[in-house]
T-cell receptor, first 114, second 114 residues
């Protein structure tokens, strides 16, 4: 099955700095890579996603890059704000027995200091 | 609001007991996933149902079982509970196995086994 590794586990930055979270995946059949943000005590929510036919996608201060050859993808947050503080999860999703199963990384706790 | 409803929000029970967690997917979603999130852990995939049928199994213990009913709501049954089963259990739904797309999460059920 798919295995997703995520680094770092904790990331502390100053407000206004950039933050980068990196993930690797093992299954070359995975073709959908969503990123979720989970605030304390709340449900994970999708913030951005990318498909395997695209190398980069941007949405305001958030961008995701994908390197299919190396099987890694990254989340970039620019001009970080205190409200960006949360746990971020990457996921890789590919067909498994006819179903798409999102496999998640262990999460990165992002702390943005004012 | 993601449109995915989970009940109850909190559950406290004793070791050896059995509990049932309930999930109602978004309107129109046929696929339901169950995930377990323990302290400092990522989202561990347990099981997936699609249109009433089990489609994929992850790291689900034999003491745990699930089903999806004709109205598409799903229940996760946890029996012979142990202290280590204490966790946040999320249900997520998506359009279905024909599309690899975003999974919408419910608010979760926090299970505490004492």
């Amino acid at each position: 099955g798919e295995n997703v590794e995520q680094h770092p586990s904790t990331l502390s930055v100053q407000e206004g700095d950039s933050a980068v979270i990196k993930c690797t995946y093992s299954d070359s059949a995975s073709n959908y890579f969503p990123w979720y943000k989970q605030e304390l005590g709340k449900r994970p929510q999708l913030i951005i996603d990318i498909r395997s036919n695209v190398g980069e996608k941007k949405d305001q201060r958030i961008a995701v890059t994908l390197n299919k050859t190396a099987k890694h993808f990254s989340l970039h947050i620019t001009e970080t704000q205190p409200e960006d503080s949360a746990v971020y999860f990457c996921a890789a999703s590919g067909a498994s027995g006819g179903s798409y199963i999102p496999t998640f990384g262990r999460g990165t706790s992002l702390i943005v200091h004012p | 609001d993601s449109g995915v409803t989970q009940t109850p929000k909190h559950l406290i029970t004793a070791t050896g007991q059995r509990v049932t967690l309930r999930c109602s997917p978004r309107s129109g979603d046929l696929s339901v996933y169950w995930y377990q999130q323990s302290l400092d852990q990522g989202l561990q995939f347990l099981i997936q149902y699609y249109n009433g049928e089990e489609r994929a199994k992850g790291n689900i213990l034999e003491r745990f079982s699930a089903q999806q009913f004709p109205d598409l709501h799903s229940e996760l049954n946890l029996s012979s509970l142990e202290l280590g089963d204490s966790a946040l259990y999320f249900c997520a739904s998506s359009v279905g196995q024909l599309m690899n797309t975003e999974a919408f999460f419910g608010q979760g059920t926090r299970l505490t086994v004492v």
